[in-house]
């Protein structure tokens, strides 16, 4: 890999590079920026989702406590 | 089951990505008219290609959800217009760079190109509030699918009008007359128009696979008659 980007030619980074490089990172933070507003979607769904966990253990909880009174 | 095969895609878009980011910087000859500021062509124009069809696949998706009502494929409509207008902004700063470093300046309104690019891209930014407007689902579903088969045209002819125009600006890269790409050129240009157009499928899917997931959790909700967790979007549709 080193051996490959030694024989490579160096990046010319003067006033072309800047907009080069300028134009590739405003790619990457977009991509960036997306990924991290599906990021917190998913947090949400998770959130949700642990709290329709919580409801239904609750539930379930409440259903055998009831059968166990009606036994009694 | 949107989410199957999305690994694979990923690893395989990671992948493309990589080895056309490799070609362009490693691989592509400099451009003897333009020099280093050329390599922003491997970025920009695959872009702009990719979303372009993707709006024209949104259409199709649209003219499939008419013909056959399956809110399914209002979602995919929405979703490939969705990521086409994410790919459009990227095509409109990428391009004022390009613009700038080439031209001097940001924007160039004489050109036809770069105009009808953003008119384009205007009349779907329009798509939002527009699905927005209408609350019942199904109705927003229906005219949310004419707006895109309408626009979905649009698309196409307008590329058509812009190559009559025959701008001395704007370079055809693709022209058989004058020549075209050289080969390496060629090459390089194909595997990032791959690459995007990968990246496209791969970030329908995950936000096809997101929206789905969502829409699960509200069916559960709905199932065990549990309590709302407040305000949801009224725009996407609901994936099922």
Same mark, same amino acid.
């Given at each position: 890999?080193? @051996?490959?980007?030694?024989?490579?030619?160096?990046?010319?980074?003067?006033?072309?590079?800047?907009?080069?490089?300028?134009?590739?990172?405003?790619?990457?933070?977009?991509?960036?920026?997306?990924?991290?507003?599906?990021?917190?979607?998913?947090?949400?769904? @998770?959130? @949700?989702?642990?709290?329709?966990?919580?409801?239904?253990?609750?539930?379930?909880?409440? @259903?055998?406590?009831?059968?166990?009174?009606?036994?009694? | 089951?949107?989410?199957?095969? %999305?690994?694979?895609?990923?690893? *395989? =878009?990671?992948?493309?990505?990589?080895? !056309?980011?490799?070609?362009?910087?490693?691989?592509?000859?400099?451009?003897?008219?333009?020099?280093?500021?050329?390599?922003?062509?491997?970025?920009?124009?695959?872009?702009?290609?990719? #979303?372009?069809?993707?709006?024209?696949?949104?259409?199709?998706?649209?003219?499939?959800?008419?013909?056959?009502?399956?809110? /399914?494929?209002?979602?995919?409509?929405?979703?490939?217009?969705?990521? !086409?207008?994410?790919?459009?902004? *990227?095509?409109?700063?990428?391009?004022?760079?390009?613009?700038? #470093?080439?031209?001097?300046?940001?924007?160039?309104?004489?050109?036809?190109?770069?105009?009808?690019? &953003?008119?384009? +891209?205007? &009349?779907?930014?329009?798509?939002?509030?527009?699905?927005?407007?209408?609350?019942?689902?199904?109705?927003?579903?229906?005219?949310?699918?004419?707006?895109?088969?309408?626009?979905?045209? +649009?698309? $196409?002819?307008?590329?058509?009008?812009? /190559? %009559?125009?025959?701008?001395?600006?704007?370079?055809?890269? +693709?022209?058989?007359?004058?020549?075209?790409?050289?080969?390496?050129?060629?090459?390089?240009?194909?595997?990032?128009?791959?690459?995007?157009?990968?990246?496209?499928?791969?970030?329908?899917?995950?936000?096809? =696979? *997101?929206?789905?997931?969502?829409?699960?959790?509200? /069916?559960?909700?709905?199932?065990?008659?549990? $309590?709302?967790?407040?305000?949801?979007?009224?725009?996407?549709?609901?994936?099922?």
């Amino acid at each position: 890999m080193f @051996e490959l980007l030694a024989a490579t030619p160096a990046l010319p980074l003067d006033e072309a590079g800047k907009y080069v490089a300028g134009t590739y990172i405003v790619f990457v933070v977009l991509l960036v920026v997306y990924v991290g507003i599906m990021a917190m979607k998913l947090q949400r769904i @998770e959130r @949700e989702l642990r709290e329709l966990a919580g409801f239904a253990e609750q539930r379930k909880r409440d @259903e055998d406590r009831e059968e166990v009174g009606a036994d009694v | 089951m949107y989410g199957k095969g %999305l690994r694979p895609l990923s690893i *395989a =878009t990671v992948a493309m990505l990589t080895l !056309s980011l490799s070609l362009v910087f490693f691989y592509a000859p400099l451009d003897g008219d333009q020099g280093f500021i050329q390599k922003i062509f491997y970025l920009h124009v695959p872009l702009a290609i990719t #979303a372009l069809i993707g709006f024209v696949v949104g259409a199709v998706f649209a003219v499939l959800h008419l013909r056959s009502g399956d809110s /399914r494929w209002d979602a995919y409509s929405y979703v490939s217009i969705h990521m !086409s207008v994410i790919f459009g902004v *990227a095509v409109l700063i990428t391009g004022g760079i390009w613009a700038k #470093a080439s031209w001097g300046h940001w924007w160039v309104w004489d050109e036809p190109t770069l105009v009808s690019f &953003l008119i384009v +891209f205007l &009349l779907y930014a329009t798509y939002y509030p527009f699905r927005y407007a209408i609350e019942d689902r199904d109705r927003q579903a229906r005219y949310a699918s004419v707006f895109a088969i309408t626009a979905g045209a +649009f698309v $196409p002819l307008n590329f058509m009008a812009v /190559r %009559l125009a025959e701008s001395l600006v704007h370079p055809r890269v +693709f022209a058989t007359a004058n020549g075209g790409l050289p080969g390496s050129m060629r090459l390089t240009f194909l595997c990032s128009l791959a690459a995007m157009a990968l990246l496209w499928v791969t970030l329908v899917k995950f936000e096809l =696979t *997101a929206k789905s997931a969502s829409g699960q959790v509200k /069916r559960l909700r709905r199932a065990l008659d549990a $309590p709302a967790p407040g305000a949801t979007s009224r725009i996407a549709p609901e994936v099922s």
